[in-house]
């Protein structure tokens, strides 16, 4: 495992960031994600999940009639959610993850999302189209694959105190930060990794205030 890897596993293995990932479980879908599972995703779909967290995506698109296997880097928080699923009886599954590799056969989902932070916590672009190369691997013909990231204009503005260059430092005393990005940056991501990009746009989070993320839709 990479050392950015070694420094994403610790930040999610710590307990009060555990916590934070447990009360996010709570949440509903995000405005733009409801919209892109509704407009976009098949109805009978099974999805990969790219970085789950304690299932706060993972349940509420199995609660839309998905059928979903979320994976993630964190072995704690993977413990948490297949708690959780046992106790609210959700059939999802739950795997751990190095954050490279993709241990499925090709051809075996219907959509992958990389969604919240996710593809933020994969430095430099050489990695990115790796990792979007092997989701488009595993994707079935004409699937779907949908991913986000914070959007560089937005924090520019609003955070450049926590940044350094493309790196966006979103705690004080932590290593870890995300990478952010242009929709352009998106847009040719996609396009080098061999996608079909069927668009990309700002999309709303929650509430005005929270402002927007910028995430992009794309067909295998």
Known sequence: MGENNSNVLKFYSDDKNILELNNATRN???MWEKDVALNYFPSDARI????????????NLYDMGFKITAID??????????????????????????GIDLSFDDSSFDVVIIWNQTFGL??????????????KRVLKDNGIISFSGHEREYEE?????????????????????????????????????GFNVLNCERGKIYREEEGTIIHCVCRK
């Not at 880097?73 to 599954?93: D, F, Y």
């Not at 189209?129 to 092997?134: D, G, N, S, T």
């Open 157 to 193: 503005i609003n955070y450049p105190q926590c940044l350094e260059g493309k790196k966006f430092f979103p705690y004080k005393n932590e290593d870890i930060y995300w990478e952010i990005f242009t929709m352009d940056e998106l847009r040719d991501l996609a396009q080098k990794s």
């Open 122 to 135: 994969m430095y430099t672009e050489s990695k990115q189209v790796a990792f979007l190369k092997e989701c």
């Open 73 to 98: 880097i964190s072995e704690k928080a993977i413990i948490g959610a297949r708690n959780l699923a046992s106790e609210t009886k959700r059939n999802v599954t739950f795997l751990t993850t190095n």
């Open 28 to 30: 509903p879908l995000k």
């Open 48 to 59: 990969l999940n790219v970085g789950c967290g304690m299932g706060r995506e993972a349940f």
